[in-house]
């Protein structure tokens, strides 16, 4: 039995970070390469292009909470950006925020910028649910404060919604290093990315960012006020209600990533507590009959987000097992390894071998973390914004 647990343990890593996105990789270019073999028979345009005479009334919605470091940036992005004025509006939804963010967001009120200010502190999830229905525009584009699109960005992500079929469509998001900051996050965004990018070939995009993603209105259903992950679950809901939901990655965000991992670290625990909230809320992608979102969604996020669990296990069968064979003693030798590595990498983290081991021990530690508060039920919907 400690063998057992030992090579599942083992394998379930291996799979998660690496034979899933090679398999992945080989899925999606059999896929591409049918479109290619259609393509080349049928002679169609593949591109799915602007209709430059029909954009739809679209809303732009920034649920935002003590945020006066980058409101006036934010607001000023969303007006620069690409798509005809008077075919869009843009609403400040401030959960009660105590700063300067609503004297702020006011002081655009002459410039079509909609300010609705709650006197009470509802989280992000009731404030969504609140501000999306009173929405004039039949696209509700969704962001986050900190993130900055690109001017082109807002109508790559509307021109899908052409198609009836498209209920919703996520962006690229990519982080910036922090001058003084760390970069492993953005390392860690050029994975995700890059799985997103692959999974969408074999038409099973799960979640979206919370800062670069649009839906349909009529497609929206309220969901739970104590939703932790509000993204991942409205993503999901749109695609339960029988729509397609895809990823463009030249829909282009960016944010800039913590000051350091500090930060980063307490919003991972909180995203680990709604990671395991969302299994129960999304349980029905999880039935073999959805296909390749179900295959996705076990593989990329369910199998992550127990990393924690397989790496203890994997820990402690190995040290029953010294005793067996000299293969466990050089297995435990490299686990404790990386454990050292990591541990380095807390005080020196001028190496990428260094870096690269902390970061993904304090992001396993977060997810287990974020377990725990899971179960006591400790979390709550309302968010503490991370600084960045």
Request: charged share 20%; glycine share 6%.
């Amino acid at each position: 039995m400690i063998r057992v647990i030992f090579f599942s343990s083992l394998f379930l890593i291996l799979y998660t970070y690496i034979l899933y996105p090679l398999f992945l990789l080989l899925l999606a270019s059999l896929v591409q390469s049918m479109r290619d073999i259609r393509y080349l028979w049928n002679r169609t345009d593949r591109r799915k292009r602007v209709d430059h005479g029909n954009f739809p009334f679209i809303s732009i919605i920034v649920a935002a909470y003590n945020e006066e470091g980058v409101i006036e940036q934010k607001i000023l992005n969303c007006m620069g950006l690409d798509y005809p004025k008077d075919r869009m509006e843009i609403i400040i939804a401030s959960d009660c925020s105590t700063d300067r963010t609503n004297s702020i967001v006011a002081g655009y009120a002459n410039m079509g910028i909609n300010l609705i200010a709650f006197a009470e502190r509802r989280g992000k999830t009731s404030v969504l649910n609140s501000v999306i229905p009173k929405a004039s525009g039949s696209i509700v584009v969704l962001s986050d404060a900190n993130t900055m699109y690109e001017r082109n960005s807002l109508i790559n992500l509307v021109r899908h919604f052409s198609d009836p079929k498209i209920g919703g469509v996520c962006g690229e998001l990519r982080l910036r290093p922090h001058v003084n900051g760390a970069d492993e996050e953005s390392y860690y965004w050029r994975f995700e990315n890059t799985i997103k990018f692959l999974e969408n070939r074999i038409g099973a995009t799960l979640g979206a960012n919370g800062g670069v993603y649009a839906i349909r209105k009529e497609a929206f259903q309220p969901i739970p006020a104590d939703t932790i992950i509000d993204d991942f679950i409205i993503f999901l809901k749109v695609r339960e209600r029988g729509y397609t939901t895809i990823f463009d990655p030249e829909a282009i965000a960016y944010e800039e990533t913590a000051p350091d991992l500090t930060g980063e670290y307490k919003r991972r625990i909180r995203i680990g507590a709604g990671n395991f909230q969302s299994i129960s809320m999304a349980r029905g992608f999880l039935s073999p009959f959805r296909g390749t979102v179900a295959f996705s969604f076990w593989s990329h996020k369910v199998l992550r987000w127990c990393m924690p669990f397989s790496l203890v296990a994997l820990f402690f069968t190995n040290l029953l097992l010294l005793r067996e064979d000299v293969g466990y003693l050089l297995f435990f030798i490299l686990q404790t390894g990386v454990y050292i590595l990591a541990v380095i990498g807390y005080y020196k983290r001028n190496n990428i071998l260094f870096k690269g081991a902390y970061y993904f021990l304090s992001m396993n530690i977060a997810l287990l973390k974020g377990f725990l508060r899971f179960l006591k039920g400790s979390q709550k919907a309302a968010w503490e914004r991370t600084q960045r």
